[in-house]
């Protein structure tokens, strides 16, 4: 079997990628309905945090549990990794031992040495550039709510950060329309907005991003790591708040997704991510679990 990382979303192709999205919703009907999947019995992930998390760490620790399988918590405390080891070393010597890994860091470029040097996958649970394991998720929640994205036209508003370069990818590979509403000075990767092939465009005004939008998606304004810009950012960011009002020419079947944790009364008002009717971020939220088994199934080819 060749070995296959998942870094980018373009790691995928479309077909790939729906497959796995497919996958994933039979997983999460099995677990619901008390069908176990030992999938991936016998087998071991290695959960490599830089970062802190709440939704990655129980996500993929609880799927390697119901998969059947388990899973190691390492954070810079718990390895050389933190006491300056080279990354190529740790990966070689890690992936020797388990039979994949997930990478939770700063800089893209880490995860990239790591699975140059590596034997088994390896998953990019975030970096400072990409957060594809959560667009699995919202792919999954839209297609199971309103179908297929082709066609579609989604809105992002707010930092064009990870979350944002990550969507990019997505509307390259699935055919639908991103537009991107962010302030002059915190647009996205301009090369990674131009690989997408016209698929994305980048402006400052909310509203000309929302109109008629069937998916309004947006982000923290500061994230981890740039909390000392706090306050400038929330001054940057005034008027690109998704709330009910600006989501008055959007599609009338509108939904709302926030990849968490959300600051209510900053980037989201408390009254939209709260209905039920627009904001699906609680169902977002589970298919992370879900998506992530049906990615490690992948990966593994099980």
């Known amino acids: 079997?060749?070995?296959?990382?998942?870094?980018?979303?373009?790691?995928?192709?479309?077909?790939?990628?729906m497959a796995v999205i497919q996958r994933a919703g039979e997983l999460k009907h099995a677990q619901r309905n008390g069908q176990p999947q030992p999938l991936l019995s016998g087998k071991v992930l290695a959960m490599i945090f830089e970062k802190s998390s709440t939704r990655t760490r129980v996500s993929f620790e609880a799927g390697?549990?119901?998969?059947?399988?388990?899973?190691?918590f390492?954070?810079?405390?718990?390895?050389?990794?933190?006491r300056g080891e080279p990354i190529e070393d740790s990966a070689r010597v890690i992936s020797r031992m388990v039979d994949i890994v997930m990478i939770r860091t700063f800089g893209h470029d880490k995860i990239e040495r790591f699975a140059d040097y590596s034997q088994v996958p390896v998953i990019n649970a975030l970096s400072d550039d990409y957060h594809p394991c959560q667009l699995l998720a919202d792919i999954q929640t839209f297609t199971e709510a309103r179908g297929s994205l082709a066609g579609k036209t989604v809105s992002w508003v707010g930092d064009g950060n990870n979350m944002c370069h990550s969507w990019?990818?997505?509307?390259?590979?699935?055919?639908?329309?991103?537009?991107?509403?962010?302030?002059?000075?915190?647009?996205?990767?301009?090369?990674?907005?131009?690989?997408?092939?016209?698929?994305?465009?980048?402006?400052?005004?909310?509203?000309?991003?929302?109109?008629?939008?069937?998916?309004?998606?947006?982000d923290v304004f500061a994230s981890m790591g740039q909390e000392q810009q706090q306050a400038e950012r929330l001054a940057r960011f005034s008027g690109f708040q998704v709330n009910h009002a600006l989501?008055?020419?959007?599609?009338?079947?509108?939904?709302?997704m926030h990849c968490l944790p959300a600051h209510r009364g900053e980037e989201v008002s408390a009254e939209l991510l709260e209905d039920e009717r627009i904001s699906?971020?609680?169902?977002?939220?589970?298919?992370?679990?879900?998506?992530?088994?049906?990615?490690?199934?992948?990966?593994?080819?099980v």
């Not at 390492?74 to 933190?82: A, V």
């Open 64 to 72: 390697m549990a119901q998969l059947g399988g388990s899973a190691l």
């Open 168 to 218: 990019i990818n997505a509307a390259a590979i699935l055919d639908f329309e991103l537009r991107i509403a962010t302030p002059k000075g915190y647009e996205p990767n301009a090369a990674i907005v131009a690989a997408a092939g016209g698929r994305a465009t980048v402006g400052h005004t909310p509203e000309q991003a929302v109109r008629g939008a069937h998916l309004v998606t947006t």
């Open 247 to 256: 989501l008055d020419s959007a599609a009338d079947d509108v939904l709302f």
């Open 280 to 301: 699906v971020v609680w169902e977002e939220a589970e298919n992370r679990l879900h998506a992530q088994k049906a990615l490690m199934a992948f990966l593994l080819g």
């Open 1 to 17: 079997m060749t070995l296959r990382h998942f870094l980018t979303l373009r790691d995928l192709s479309a077909d790939e990628l």
């Open 74 to 82: 390492l954070s810079p405390n718990d390895t050389q990794l933190g």
